[in-house]
């Protein structure tokens, strides 16, 4: 399952820069997960600070 950055990003850009498949973008106001590129391995969970990223249930 991909991930998805929940409204409790603070957008400080860590899991974008983490991220190996370079899917993570500044959106508005917090950061976007390209769901088609994303592969799961949970690189922006293991470094957001606020704990954010979470995996999508659908």
Not at 37 to 47: D, E, F, K, L, R
């Amino acid at each position: 399952m991909a991930f998805k950055i929940t409204d409790k990003c603070i957008a400080c850009g860590a899991c974008a820069a983490q991220c190996p498949m370079q899917c993570i973008s500044e959106g508005d106001g917090k950061f976007e997960i390209d769901k088609s590129q994303c592969i799961s391995c949970g690189a922006c969970a293991g470094i957001c600070p606020v704990g954010a990223p979470e995996e999508c249930e659908d």
